[in-house]
């Protein structure tokens, strides 16, 4: 199922995530991304992004979660998403069953 992530980071703690970004590279365990991440930097010293991916279960998100939290993403919030057309089709659907 496909997720569009949001989360912060504070400036100090970038490296930290870029070198958990390259170790879960090295360990096979990055995720492909339907669009790359996107940042905005904030005058508050935070860096404000998101990214859309596609995970094959459960197990990857929460390691995405606890690793990129533990290395000092914060406010990740994960949520579903799914191509408009498809919520087409479930209404149509929806409204023959009432």
């Known amino acids: 199922m496909r997720y569009i992530f949001f989360y912060t980071i504070d400036f100090e703690n ?3 995530v870029i070198a958990c970004n ?3 590279k090295e360990q096979g365990d990055s995720i492909p991304d ?5 940042m ?3 005058s508050d010293g935070t860096l404000v992004g998101f990214s859309i991916m ?3 279960d459960d197990e990857q998100m929460a390691k995405y ?7 000092g993403k914060k ?6 998403i799914w ?4 919520s087409f089709e479930i209404w149509e659907k929806l409204k023959g069953s009432s």
């Open 14 to 16: 970038f490296d930290s």
């Open 22 to 24: 390259d170790r879960r």
């Open 34 to 38: 339907v669009l790359p991440p996107h």
């Open 40 to 42: 905005m930097a904030r």
């Open 54 to 56: 596609e995970l094959e």
């Open 65 to 71: 979660i606890m690793q990129f939290g533990k290395a």
């Open 75 to 80: 406010n990740m919030k994960a949520i579903p």
């Open 83 to 86: 191509e408009a057309s498809k």
